[in-house]
């Protein structure tokens, strides 16, 4: 009989250094929630945009962590930041406008970008004053981003594109975003090929944000709708045809991160608090997600290991957002069912906003469906 491939690797025991620093975050934390400066939100990463939090976590060197210090980063490891942001998440503190810029922007400039764009944008996200937005889905092309028919022309010092991209989270409120668009026409034999990357400014003329109201009339997402707006050379982000290559390296620390087993955290604890003091009666339903959520949690925490040691976590990382986003839907779930009109409000439009968030869990990031299929093919099942 063949032996399957190890999906996901080994995890290490935490070290006493990081340990220390986990400490300190719960520490600040605690004074931040005693001086009333949030209360926990579900979906915090998406939802909850505080730039004053985000100064504040700037000053205590909380961003930037794995950015080299020549960029004015912290030069530490994704250990560092897996502890940090994996305490801010199960707080559900507000932490959505630096989180595309730290998590996904810095190691894609550190990996792909030219020494000049390092310079230009690294400081900025490290001191938690420059934001971005990410622009790979478009109209009929989410989970096929191959099909992407922005289209970028070559001009005169640079690029002018047009095209129109869908659930752009924070675009209204962020100073940039990272695009892909078709820079030659689909060869149909080479359907990845073809594609590229640009930073464009999201105050650039001829670009306009709409926003696309959340079902309980939230905020985050939006259309940009961009209309021959100019790049200039010095945007192009990595290899002009290279963007496939790019987008799915990208992806390996957007799927991976503490973001897809904690978005429901804060209603997991008031779960278990209010089961704990006998308001709500004992299930052993809770006993099940904790377990799920700690052993997502494994697996979060050895991709971050993976991704110190530079070794490939794709599949891995698949592995943790499919585990991980069903299991913070069911805690939305649970939670749900345990709620009525006797539960104290605070908690009850907590676990609201959790239903109403649910469907979005196992979407963004590439969907469940999708990623199962990527699984599937590592395990030769297809
Ligand atoms: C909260 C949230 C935030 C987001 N933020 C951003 C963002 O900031 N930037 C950005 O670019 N995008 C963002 N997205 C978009 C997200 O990545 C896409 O919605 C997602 O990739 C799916 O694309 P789609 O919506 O076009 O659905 P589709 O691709 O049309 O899929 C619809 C359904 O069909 C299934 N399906 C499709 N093809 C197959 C197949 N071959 N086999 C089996 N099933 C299939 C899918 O799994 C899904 O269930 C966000 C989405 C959410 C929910």
Redesign the pocket.
Known sequence: MSTLPRLVPPCSPEAPELRALREEVREFLDDQRAAGAFTPHVDCW?SAWDEEFTAALAIRGWLGLTVPEEYGGHGKSFLHRYVVTEELLAAGAPVAAHW?GDRQIAPSLLKYGTEGQRHAFLPGIVRGERFF?????EP?????LASARTRAVRVEDGWRITGT??????AHRSHALMLLARTSPVDPEHRHAGLSQFIVDLDSPGLTISPIHWMNGEHH?NEVSLDEVFVPDDRVFGEIGNGWKQVTSELGFERSGPERTLSTFPVLAGLADRMGRGELPADPALGRLVARITGARQMSAAVAGQLQRHLPADVAAAVVKVLGTTTEGDIADLADLHCDDTTDPGFRDLVQTAVD?R??FT????????LR?VIARELGLR
């Not at 009929?140 to 096929?144: E, M, N, R, V």
């Open positions: 998406i595309v937005a990410i622009g790979m889905s009929d092309s989410g989970s096929d991209k869908v659930w752009t989270s924070g997402f968030h469907p979005g979407i963004r990031g590439g969907t469940n469906e999708i299929g």
